[in-house]
């Protein structure tokens, strides 16, 4: 499988925004990547309402460049492991 990966993330003490996007085909970790979209389930990501001072991540999800995305938003304290994981990766790719 073969996605593009780009997350946003805002909010935060100082109202920063970053954001990078990455194609999992050209990365090292495609494996990886991969199963971590897999395993996103938004039933689970919780309320996605942001707190104070604390990040909310948009995430979208495409299966090539012209695909529509798929989108979710994740408030910071809801993140699993993996899903932090992820946001991370794609973000290190500013």
Known sequence: MDLILKVVRS???AGLVAQGELDTAAEPDSERLEQAV??????QLGSG???PDR???RLELREH?????TQLIVAEQDLDHD???LVDRV???E
């Open 11 to 13: 909010g935060g003490f």
């Open 38 to 43: 897999q395993a996103l389930d938004p039933g």
């Open 49 to 51: 309402r942001p707190q």
């Open 55 to 57: 990040y909310v991540y």
């Open 65 to 69: 460049a012209d695909a529509e995305p």
């Open 83 to 85: 899903t932090a994981w």
């Open 91 to 93: 973000l290190r790719r």
